[in-house]
T-cell receptor, first 116, second 112 residues
């Protein structure tokens, strides 16, 4: 059981280049999330999805786009990378959050991105 | 403003030396508080969920407690393999859904 898988694990980009981070989950979770983690700060939500074909902005969405064409996949795109986007990116998934059920998130291993 | 603060930032213990990590929060509409463990180069791994003040949960050498303003993660007789960063996250009810706020974490080092 793979859980949440992210690719690539490491990447170096030049300013202005574009790339897509891939996330796949095999737990049939409805919700998927993209976070970034920076030193001294908590995980910050970039975008999330509550189901196939739906996406929504999180806390820090500027400079990123996402797509969820299939339930098991959630893609994060950087159209024109900037040094401020140097970070570790985590994808996560969870069952549907409801007023009666509060479920934990399952995280991938992370993608370490450096923009020079 | 919603805020989650973890202290200390780093904690160094000798093997067997019990201690506690703190997570204080100012969030309205609390739905639950999560604790995660994160090893270097890995993603966070779920430990506990607490829902209401007075609730406690245990797992091996770890025990999490919750009050109306803070949560503690007690580590009893820690071992070197307990070394990791421990993250606290608070989930709050908001219009149209939920909001999860993460603390910056406490890095725990346990020396043999």
């Amino acid at each position: 059981n793979a859980g949440v898988t992210q690719t690539p694990k490491f990447r170096v980009l030049k300013t202005g280049q574009s790339m897509t981070l891939l996330c796949a989950q095999d737990m049939n979770h409805e919700y998927m999330y993209w976070y970034r983690q920076d030193p001294g700060m908590g995980l910050r939500l970039i975008h999330y999805s509550v189901g196939e074909g739906t996406t929504a902005k999180g806390e820090v969405p500027d400079g990123y786009n996402v797509s969820r064409l299939k339930k098991q996949n959630f893609l994060l795109g950087l159209e024109s990378a900037a040094p401020s986007q140097t970070s570790v990116y985590f994808c996560a998934s969870s069952y549907r959050q409801t007023p009666r059920m509060n479920t934990e998130a399952f995280f991938g291993q992370g993608t370490r991105l450096t923009v020079v | 403003e919603d805020q989650v603060t973890q202290s200390p930032e780093a904690l160094r213990l000798q093997e067997g030396e019990s201690s506690s990590l703190n997570c204080s929060y100012t969030v309205s509409g609390l739905r639950g508080l999560f604790w995660y463990r994160q090893d270097p180069g890995k993603g966070p791994e779920f430990l506990f969920t607490l829902y209401s003040a007075g609730e406690e949960k245990e797992k091996e050498r770890l025990k999490a407690t919750l009050t109306k303003k803070e949560s503690f993660l007690h580590i009893t007789a820690p071992k070197p393999e307990d070394s990791a960063t421990y993250l606290c996250a608070v989930q709050a009810l908001r219009t149209g859904g939920f909001k999860t706020i993460f603390g910056a974490g406490t890095r725990l080092f346990v020396k043999a």
